[in-house]
């Protein structure tokens, strides 16, 4: 048992826990100097998994397009749970949508990635009538810019989407109207219209 400065309180002698006779201050051994340039070729790699940066240079082509495409796909579930119904309205188009906007962008999180897709889509013409709903609660719960996180709006806030109307007062927000097929090609596959009433 050891006090707040490293000496021994259960009384045995000739201890020394206060790592003087080598490695740092915790007892831990000191380990090898970093080789110059490993930060950089991580960098790299890191770049080239989640940034869409150019393969470094003694990487397997092979291997790192898998372990990118895994990463993808982990990325894109991530995202499908914070926004469950723009997934579910895309349907088995979810993935592939997912993997072809995120490709060569770094995350900015799970929540914020799935803002900035829908943002896009809407842009498209290819939201969903079940993601212009969930688009139009978050817009009216939260303030995001496209930049920073998004934090909980102050005021009262009204946010319309694909025909989807939203109303935040006092923290609350109820979803007025749902969002119709105004066309494109963006059919509803969540189902919406069938659990979301006037």
Do not use: C
């Not at 045995?12 to 201050?25: E, F, I, M, S």
């Not at 869409?52 to 495409?69: I, K, N, Y």
């Amino acid at each position: 048992m050891t006090g707040a400065a490293g000496r021994d309180l259960t009384g045995a002698p000739g201890r020394d826990l206060t790592g003087a006779a080598g490695g740092d201050r915790d007892g831990a051994p000191e380990g090898p100097a970093p080789r110059p340039g490993l930060a950089a070729r991580q960098a790299e790699l890191v770049a080239a998994l989640v940034a869409g940066g150019p393969s470094p240079a003694g990487f397997a082509v092979g291997p790192l397009a898998a372990a990118r495409a895994a990463l993808l796909n982990k990325r894109a579930g991530e995202v499908a749970r914070h926004w469950p119904l723009l997934a579910a309205g895309l349907g088995p188009a979810w993935l592939s949508t997912f993997v072809d906007w995120a490709a060569g962008r770094p995350t900015a999180g799970s929540l914020r990635d799935g803002w900035d897709l829908a943002r896009t889509l809407r842009g498209r013409a290819a939201l969903p009538p079940s993601g212009a709903e969930e688009l139009a609660v978050r817009e009216a719960a939260l303030r995001y810019d496209g930049h920073t996180a998004p934090r909980p709006r102050r005021l009262p806030a009204v946010a319309r989407v694909g025909g989807a109307i939203a109303v935040q007062v006092a923290g609350r927000v109820r979803l007025l109207r749902p969002a119709a097929n105004v066309g494109g090609d963006a059919p509803d596959r969540a189902g919406s219209a069938l659990w979301i009433s006037d």
